[in-house]
């Protein structure tokens, strides 16, 4: 089971005090897909290992609540530009809709990884921690049943990754072959069978240890010629 606990937070942004919930524990008992989105039965942790303010929309893991969050002037502009607006007309919708329906769940996942996204990438973070947080928004948007998000993140993340890729030093270079293959993957599961394969074949040339790397090189031959959804 997956449980989740009250936490109380305080926006480094804009100081407003707000409660938002966080996984105590979890588990993997729901597999893993190809994409190596890891499932949990029961309620999934991914929307609750991040939060968001929900006053000006500032977005991060618990330790961006804390003093070690890196909050230049320049990045409190932009959220209160780019992310606080969206916010404001949240709530807006709410309040137009409440009575007549059951209160709105809590922002998604999707919307609170995209969030994260952002801020990650104000703070200059490296291309391959933004990359990740794209990727979660669109195992999140799985979750929530909208496939044409679920695309439109799996497209970003993948140009992410591919940057990370580029960099001179954006990946170590035994992690080099596994994020080669998800970038495969990502344009698998978006339908882009050409870039794709591309990627799949890229991928021998990025082994670093052979006997270790086995099974990306396996993986990346499935994918590419019988892929599958699921590992194990
Ligand atoms: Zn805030």
């Known amino acids: 089971m997956t449980t989740l606990q009250q936490i109380e937070l305080t926006c480094p942004v804009c100081e407003t005090h707000f409660r938002s919930q966080a ?3 979890t588990n993997s008992f729901g597999g893993k897909r190809t994409d190596f989105h890891e499932r949990a039965a029961g309620t999934q942790p991914l929307p609750y290992l991040v939060h968001m303010c929900n006053r000006c929309g500032y977005t991060g893991a618990e330790r961006d609540f804390t003093e070690e969050a ?4 320049m990045l409190r502009e932009q959220v209160w530009t780019e992310l606080a607006p969206q916010i404001a007309a949240q709530s807006a919708l709410q309040g137009e ?3 007549a329906q059951p209160a709105k769940p809590a922002v998604l996942g999707s919307e609170k990884y995209e969030a994260a996204a952002k801020v990650a990438e104000w703070q200059g973070m490296e291309p391959r921690h933004v990359a990740d947080l794209l990727l979660r928004a669109a195992w999140c948007c799985v979750d929530e049943g909208d496939i044409e998000a679920e695309r439109f993140f799996r497209r970003k ?3 992410a990754f591919e940057r990370a890729l580029d960099g001179f030093d ?3 270079p035994e992690e080099r072959a596994v994020l080669t293959y998800l970038v ?3 344009w698998r599961r978006v339908g882009d069978l050409r870039q794709a ?4 074949d890229r991928v021998p040339s990025e082994i670093a240890d052979r006997r270790r790397q086995r099974w990306v090189l396996d993986t990346a031959r499935q994918q590419r010629d ?4 699921w590992f194990g």
């Open 23 to 25: 996984v105590v524990s």
């Open 170 to 172: 954006g990946v170590a």
């Open 70 to 73: 890196d909050v230049s002037p």
């Open 226 to 229: 019988e892929p599958r959804e």
């Open 157 to 159: 993340a993948a140009w």
């Open 184 to 186: 495969g993957e990502l």
């Open 97 to 99: 809709i409440q009575g």
């Open 197 to 200: 394969a591309a990627w799949f």
